[in-house]
């Protein structure tokens, strides 16, 4: 928590030391704690700080491949792919922006009785922050067996019960861009995980050969 103090005598403060401007009463003065940086007004911990600066080399790395940041019909595609091969109700192509992005979407069929979903989230919903994160694949077959992941706003939003997401990691830069991943309504056994996921992991190396050898839109 950031620590406050207020400036209760500005005039002497700034008489103790010469060339030091009178602070206003009512501004605070922000003094950091061990591990923490300033940034302009606001102080963030060192882990925040980091995901920061990789979330701006992730966008100017976005930028400057060229890469899609609205809807892509070769994307859609992809997204299209992963739902029929891992026979799952919803199918992404997630880009990390402002918010998570879907590049590449499948929703089901309007006519399923299943919520249509739309293009972006926020970056702290759902699983692929933690693939992001963790720049690993994650596999959930049941998202309720596992307390740190069933506790979400997709769950109670959407009613998902099964994830799996992979990373898109950029080679030459280490970068993730964003992930690949399928949900579905209803948990899968934890016996097809692995094939599951491996689907999964194949359409992500696609999705990534295509984003990067510059085959998506632009």
């Not at 206003?24 to 060192?46: C, E, F, N, R, Y």
């Not at 920061?52 to 899609?68: D, F, M, S, T, Y």
């Amino acid at each position: 928590m950031t620590q406050h103090t207020h400036a209760a005598n500005p005039p002497a403060l700034a008489r103790r030391r010469p060339g030091l401007q009178p602070v206003p009463a009512q501004q605070d003065l922000i003094i950091p704690k061990p591990g923490t940086v300033t940034l302009g007004q606001v102080t963030v911990s060192g882990v925040q700080a980091q995901e920061a600066a990789e979330h701006q080399a992730r966008v100017e790395l976005i930028q400057r491949l060229g890469l899609p940041t609205g809807p892509d019909d070769l994307m859609d595609q992809f997204a299209d792919h992963l739902a029929e091969t891992t026979g799952m109700l919803y199918g992404f192509v997630n880009l990390f922006l402002g918010v998570q992005t879907f590049v590449g979407l499948h929703n089901p069929s309007p006519d399923s009785g299943h919520l249509i979903l739309g293009r972006s989230m926020s970056r702290d919903h759902g699983w692929c922050p933690a693939v992001v994160k963790r720049k690993k694949a994650l596999p959930l077959p049941d998202v309720h067996a596992s307390p740190r992941f069933s506790g979400n706003f997709v769950v109670d939003a959407v009613g998902i019960r099964s994830y799996f997401g992979a990373p898109l990691i950029h080679a030459e830069t280490g970068i993730t861009l964003g992930t690949v991943c399928t949900i579905d309504p209803e948990a899968r056994p934890r016996s097809d995980a692995r094939r599951l996921l491996e689907v999964v992991k194949d359409g992500g190396n696609e999705v990534l050969h295509a984003l990067t050898s510059g085959t998506a839109a632009r």
